[in-house]
């Protein structure tokens, strides 16, 4: 006994000129049989048997007419065809308005959170009182290891950040020892290097729609501290943290250098 299966495939192929002559006998014999068979072809009802013809949809061929059946077959498909069409278009249509929509409030968020520049420049330190060769020790430890994680940002509608920066290989390097016009200036480095794992993600009405740095981003670099002693008080402190001209590199770079000022300020009091 032929299965409804087997028709679905008979009325494709006709449907397409592909049909043969095994096809024609088998989709005959269904229609002549006592047996009816109903399913649905595309969103068109079909129904088979029982001697009362073929059924497509609201149309019914009492007798075996190949040309017939193979017509409204072809019209079924080409409607439902133009219709998915259609569909297509206005889903593309709504999602280029959410996309809009989106982008004026990312614009909008951004606008209202600004995140820090990444080009500002270190400020001059004031004259301290110079204790930093007895505490160089304690900073250089301070640093090896330091770690910084948290996140921020707007998981509703806007950007969501996580982070987690550390510190290693810190080291001091020799001093450099100068004097001129009664003014003794001595310069220490401090070199090492800083390592992090960063996240982003981009929201809109709580849902996240894009995370422009993948799930796990690991920018690295860099980084020098070099301060100028003038007649033993610290006069100037410049921090250096190498990074890439990339988002995710620049976004953690800033992290690794509030990290490193933090610490800097522990010891020396400034920042």
Known sequence: MITTEEIKAILGRIAEDKETPSDLKQLKKAISSNEKMEFQLGETIVNVGKGQGIHIGNQVIQQFDLDTIREILKEKKASQTTRMGFILIVMVL?????????????????????????????????????????????????????????????????????????????????????TENNRHVQQYTIIGKWSSKVYKEINTFGLRVDTPWGSNKTPYGNFTVKFEMINERVTNIQLDVARHDDSANNYAAEKAKQLIQSKISEVLQVF
């Open 94 to 178: 709504l999602l280029g308005m959410i996309y809009i929509v989106y982008m004026d409030q990312i614009k909008e968020h951004d606008q209202l959170n600004p995140q820090p520049s990444i080009n500002q420049t270190q400020p001059k330190i004031p004259k301290y009182p110079n204790e930093f060769p007895e505490n160089a020790t304690l900073l250089v430890t301070k640093l090896n290891n330091a770690r910084l994680q948290g996140e921020e940002g707007d998981r509703q509608t806007g950007s969501f950040y996580s982070y987690n920066v550390w510190l290693e290989d810190v080291s001091l390097e020799s001093p450099h020892d100068s």
